[in-house]
């Protein structure tokens, strides 16, 4: 008696597409929330920067001094994140890996599930990818373009401006998050395009005949002949 083998929809390089699906989506996401991706000093105490979260921030003690809380946390609403620019990098960002989170989903679970991903719905999902990997790289790019704000001047110094960062340097989640959106615009969607399996040709003509004859019992009559 033989034994059933689960077999998935994917082909070999659907298989690795799958597994890079889910690697630059997780890394592209956990970069997204993390902030570090502008790291400086302020008052002699080290302070990093994302797009909607600061690690270290300047407070007024009953005192009236000023002293820098070593706290990480995001800004208490969208309009106080620093610069226009950066609002709209948390919004494009945001969209881009929710695409890539959808699509590792639907990779992995193509490994297992039978006749999930086709030829074609593979490379529609290649051009999710493409377009959230698109998405990303846009917010990568329009967030040099906050460095003039006065909070991040406060950081970096006067010296900082528009694509200059003063006495600050970019940091680890900058560079892994335009990573993962060039591993996804590039070769995800490459590999999408041979990811799915081609149809057996017993299995769409059941397809088409069950979609005619509801019961199905004449279709399996002459298939079994």
């Not at 709209?88 to 989903?105: E, H, K, N, R, Y």
């Not at 999408?192 to 057996?200: E, I, L, R, T, V």
Request: a positive charge; aromatic letters at 10%; hydrophobic letters at 45%.
């Amino acid at each position: 008696m033989r034994s059933k083998r689960m077999s998935g929809s994917l082909t070999l390089a659907g298989a690795l597409w799958a597994f890079l699906s889910f690697l630059t989506a997780v890394a592209s996401s956990a970069s997204y929330f993390m902030p570090y991706w502008l790291l400086g000093s302020q008052l002699g105490k080290p302070v990093s920067f994302g797009t909607f979260r600061r690690c270290t921030y300047p407070a007024r003690t009953e005192e009236r001094h000023l002293v820098m809380v070593e706290e990480c946390g995001r800004y208490a609403s969208f309009g106080a994140i620093p610069s226009l620019s950066w609002q709209i990098c948390t919004v494009v960002m945001g969209i881009g890996c929710a695409l890539l989170l959808l699509v590792a989903l639907a990779a992995v679970l193509g490994c297992c599930v039978e006749e999930l991903i086709s030829r074609m719905m593979g490379r529609f999902m290649g051009t999710a990818q493409f377009v959230g990997g698109l998405l990303i790289s846009s917010g990568c790019a329009l967030y040099p373009l906050g460095w003039n704000s006065p909070e991040i001047q406060q950081t970096c110094g006067n010296a900082s401006n528009q694509f200059q960062l003063g006495t600050c340097r970019l940091g680890w989640a900058y560079y892994c998050m335009g990573g993962g959106a060039a591993a996804a615009m590039l070769i995800c969607t490459w590999l999408s395009c041979f990811a799915g399996k081609d149809p057996k040709p017993v299995m769409l003509v059941r397809s088409i005949m069950q979609s005619a004859n509801p019961y199905g019992v004449e279709l399996e009559c002459c298939l079994k002949q």
